[in-house]
């Protein structure tokens, strides 16, 4: 099983990025997948899921400024995040709840 994210980068505060996480080497369908990310010296947070029906959950944080979404047939789970504001700045990991299988993580810089 391979969870492959990326996308991150720097941008701006009020900007936009999308991070992908692309999957292989499972039946991507029939599971539920989460965001998570990690900032200098903190612990690792969930940002969001997205179940394998498409029902998504956001973290109080996000809510409103991300979006989790999914296309089974490309087996790729999309995070769409706007309105960046600096403590957004983290690693962000592709996770399987349930399983061991995290994304190598994407770095996400938000600064002027």
């Known amino acids: 099983v391979q969870l492959q994210a990326s996308g991150g980068g720097l941008v701006q505060p009020g900007g936009s990025l999308r991070l992908s996480c692309a999957a292989s080497g499972i039946n991507f369908r029939i599971y539920a997948l989460g965001w998570y990310r990690q900032a200098p010296g903190k612990q690792r947070e969930l940002v969001g899921t997205?179940?394998?029906?498409?029902?998504?959950d956001y973290a109080d944080s996000v809510k409103g400024r991300f979006t989790i979404s999914r296309d089974n047939a490309k087996r790729t789970v999309y995070l769409q995040m706007n309105s960046l504001k600096p403590e957004d700045t983290a690693v962000y990991y592709c996770?399987?709840?349930?399983?061991?299988?995290w994304g190598q993580g994407t770095q996400v810089t938000v600064s002027s």
């Open positions: 997205i179940s394998n029906a498409g029902r998504t």
């Open positions: 996770h399987i709840p349930g399983t061991n299988y």
